[in-house]
Structure formats: C-alpha cells, structure tokens
C-alpha cells in the first residue's frame, strides 16, 4: 500500500507549490483506509522517557501540525508521532510563500511561523483518539504576540496533559522573532522550572507526562554546556537535537534560494545536527534518552545518527524526497544492522561513536 500511495504520489505533489503539496498530503492520509501495521521486529523496540516504543522512527512535528492524522501516521509504520507546534490561540504564521524546496540538495527552508488552528482544536482531536493508544507527542510553543510566552508553555502542558505521550517543548524555532532567547540560560531556568512545576500539579489526574526539550543546531558548545546542566537540573525527561538551521552550508547547490529566510532541513543539516547529538550526548552523561532529528534519509543515517547517541529518531523533509516507503527501509536496514552484527537491540549501540564524533573538525 504505501509504494502504492508513494508511487501515485509523489510525482503530483513536486509539481505543486510545497504547502498546498503538504495540505493535499494530509488530506489524502486522512483518506488512508485503517489497516493493522505489521509488527515491527522486536529488536527494534526502544524504551525510553518511560515509554515503549515498538520501533525508534518518528515523524518530527511539523508535519501534522493540527493533530489530524497521527493514528494514519502510526499505521504507515512510524514507531511514534509529535503533533504541532500548537500554540494556545490559533495563529496564521508568516504570509506566503514561506515554505521552498531545495531540490538538488534535498532540503527545504521554511518561515511557516508556528501556523496551527490553536490549542482547542488539537484537544478535540486528540482526546477522540485516546483509545487507540500508540505513543503521541505534543510539540507546544508561545503564541508571536503573547505578552508572557513561559504562561503560554505552562497553559499548554495544563491542558494537553491527559492526551499527551510526552510534551516538546519548542524554543528552537527560528521563525518566530525572539523565540532561541528562551535557551539563554536564566531564560531557559525559569521556563523549565515553571513547565515541569505544571506538569507536577497535574500527574495526579493526568499521569505521567515525560517532558523533552528540542533545541536549535546553531547553539555555541557553551550554550550547550548550560542549557545540558539546567535540563539535568530540572529534571527533563528528554532531549531533540536538534531543529532546523539557519545557518547555510557552503556546499548548497540550489543558489537561487539561498536568500530566503528561515530554518534549513533536509540532507544539509545532517552533518551539523549529528554532532550536534554526539556532544550533547556526553555531557548528558546517560541522564536521560535524546532524540536526534535532522537529514535522516536512509538506514545509513539512521543509524549514524543511532551511533552518536540518540535512542529515537526523527524525519520530516527527506519524505518529500522519498516518500513514505522510507520509514520501512530504514527499519529493515536497522534490522539487518542488529543481525549482522549480532546485538539484540539498538540500544547497544546508542553512543557507540560519540567520542569520537565529538573530536572530528567541525562541520563546514
């Protein structure tokens, strides 16, 4: 079914301008007929922030930003979803065109601006489909023009709570003006503190709402260096590395939109967000699990990615590339990896190559 959807797919949605692809992408997976996933091999499953993961494959956020599809995403293969970025109040995001293909590189920047129809239609959608379990994440951020952005983070962690698998916090977009300052240190210590007292008041009716923290890839190693101690300190559950980049590699071939503003994503950032896993992976000290996000587009990746320390993974842009037949490649390579090698899991292998990610030159 999914070559089928793939094949048909594909080549239609390239033609058309990326956001009106996007929309028609969700439209047609809501139209997904439900079937029964096949089980994935018990050597891929993953514990991790308290949860079971029957695979380490994620769809990042972004993708199905109003919580409309994530139980068509869960039966198509992917080991877990991340709905949003929501914000409390609906919000239009930046005016179009605000989302481009890079296509020789494989890559797309977005200026999208936390566009979502607001806290209320998530809620609806995600309480209706409680019951049907699978491991749901809800990205949540700060409306542009809330007057205090750390309530906005508080509110949403109040009211998701009951629905949410686990809470992202987003201040890693660079779409929304002022939004990275919230990783400067006294910032991030306050937001932290106040997100993790909410979801404290709320266990009791809620239970367990693992908190994670996504950051940006541009980050100085001392900024990391803070922003690892305070997580550790407050007791986050968890890490992304990392969001898109704003940053351009010199080796982009796409001239042309190298002049557009916003985030990069795609087979660029890979380089940078693996090292960006790799250090933060050490100076977590085994504290808690990372998720790495960032160019994933094959097992190859996957698994390098697996290598310098992330337990979960993350795709979003490479499916514009290659479609949704990815998500089963890579298992299959992870598969192959584990047999090959002879380890029962991939949390052997989780970190493998840190240290020595961390001692290479930087990424150009």
Known sequence: MIRAFDALSLPMLRWLDPEDAHRLAIRGLRLLPPARPRPDDPKLAVRAFGLNFPN??????????NAEV???????????????TVTPKPQAGNP?????????????????????????????????????????????????????????????????????????????????????NLQQASALDD??????????????????????????????????????????????DGMIVANTTIGRPTTLREQTRLKEQGGLSG?????????????TYVRVEGAFPLIGAGGIDGGGAALTKIRAGASLIQLYSALIYKGLGLVDSIKADLVSTLLRTGRDSLSEIVGADAPTITAEDWPA
């Open 56 to 65: 380490p494959i994620g769809i990042a956020a972004g993708f199905d930003k």
């Open 267 to 279: 087979r660029p950032l890979f380089r940078l967000s693996t090292r960006m896993v790799a250090e």
């Open 70 to 84: 994530p139980d068509a995403l869960l039966r198509l293969g992917f080991g877990f979803t991340e709905v949003g």
């Open 96 to 180: 179009r065109p605000r989302l481009f293909r890079l296509e020789r590189d494989e890559a797309v920047i977005n200026r999208l601006g936390f566009n979502n129809d607001g806290a209320d239609v998530a809620l609806r959608r995600l309480a209706a489909r409680a019951h049907h379990g699978g491991i749901v994440g809800v990205n949540v951020g700060a409306n542009k023009d809330s007057v205090d952005r750390i309530d906005d983070y508080v509110r949403l962690i109040e009211t998701f709570a009951p629905v949410a698998s686990y809470f992202t916090v987003n201040v890693s977009s660079p779409n929304t003006p002022g939004l990275r």
């Open 191 to 236: 937001l932290l503190a106040r997100v993790i007292d909410a979801r404290e008041r709320v266990r009791k009716n809620a239970g367990d709402s693992p908190v994670l923290l996504k950051i940006a890839p541009d980050l100085s190693l001392a900024d990391l260096d803070d922003i690892v101690h305070i997580a550790r300190s407050r007791g986050v």
